[in-house]
């Protein structure tokens, strides 16, 4: 899979560091790693709701402060956003119900990260959660390894809940070099039997401090084998950090994705990317 169109389809004026997004029904859910809410977007009439994650919500919340909700992913009438665990501020799973946009439950992940630190072999200030996916039986959670051990780690946990009875498997991933620097995980999706992902060159060692954007680049997992397929270079400025399923045929599969410019201002582009399957 080689053959890939990269275009800019609209800009939503209204959300900021958009870090994550699903499609469903000519709708967008998205969120922002620097904003308490969830938006939802109407794409036929440019019509924008927020809808509060968290207790007393803003747009651009304090670095310091931010639960940095990094990972968004949806099974049956539930949606599930996560924070990144790169702080002990940002450890929060919020359940959402898919109808209303109520938040069902806030769970605190912060015993189910350090399992998964040790685990994996993962520093605290390398561990950084930036793709989730569930798909009823599994959570697939990918660590973005862009702290100075570049781990990028998918992590398959299984049980009967993220607290208190899980098992964890783990894959380590040495991603493609843009420019000289490693490229880390950002995000993810399920179709059918292959996990699509997202990975970015940013020139720091810190999951905290932002660096210089050196490119973008897609690739996908075989759920079975857990063993990378293709990776693709697809942007030397962008960085993505949301991707969700927009259309899928026999030829070709159409992914939306979202920027994080690492600014306060409120606007987000929505790429359409497009790759042939033949």
């Not at 939503?12 to 709708?27: E, F, M, Q, R, V």
């Not at 859910?29 to 968290?54: A, C, M, Q, T, W």
């Not at 993810?188 to 990975?199: E, R, S, T």
Request: aromatic residues 10%; glycine residues 8%.
């Amino acid at each position: 899979m080689e053959k890939f169109t990269l275009e800019l389809l609209f800009q939503i004026i209204g959300i900021g560091s958009a870090s994550g997004l699903i499609y469903k029904d000519n709708t967008l859910l998205i969120i922002g790693d620097n904003s308490g809410f969830l938006y939802e977007y109407y794409v036929d009439s440019g019509d924008l709701k927020r809808h509060p994650l968290i207790e007393n919500p803003s747009e651009n919340i304090l670095k310091k402060e931010k639960p940095d909700f990094e990972s968004i992913t949806h099974f049956g009438d539930n949606l599930y956003v996560f924070g990144s665990g790169s702080t002990e501020k940002r450890n929060k799973m919020v359940q959402v119900n898919s109808e209303n946009k109520k938040v069902i439950t806030t769970t605190d992940l912060a015993d189910l990260y350090l399992v998964m630190q040790s685990f994996g072999k993962i520093k605290p200030e390398d561990f950084n959660i930036e793709g989730a996916i569930y798909n009823g039986e599994s959570w697939f959670l990918f660590n973005r390894g862009n702290g100075s051990s570049n781990k990028n780690v998918l992590f398959t946990i299984e049980g009967e809940n993220l607290i208190n009875d899980f098992n964890i498997l783990s894959n380590e991933y040495k991603l493609p070099k843009i420019i000289g620097v490693r490229s880390s995980f950002t995000d993810a999706v399920l179709v059918d039997n292959k996990i699509y992902f997202l990975a970015t060159a940013e020139d720091t060692q810190s999951t905290y401090d932002d660096g210089e954007v050196l490119g973008s680049l897609i690739g996908s997992i075989n759920l079975k084998t857990m063993e990378i397929d293709f990776t693709e270079k697809i942007s030397s400025t962008h960085k993505f950090e949301g991707l969700t399923l927009f259309k899928n045929s026999n030829e070709k599969i159409e992914f939306l994705l979202c920027e994080d410019k690492d600014t306060d201002v409120l606007e987000t582009d929505i790429y359409k990317l497009t790759l042939d399957k033949k």
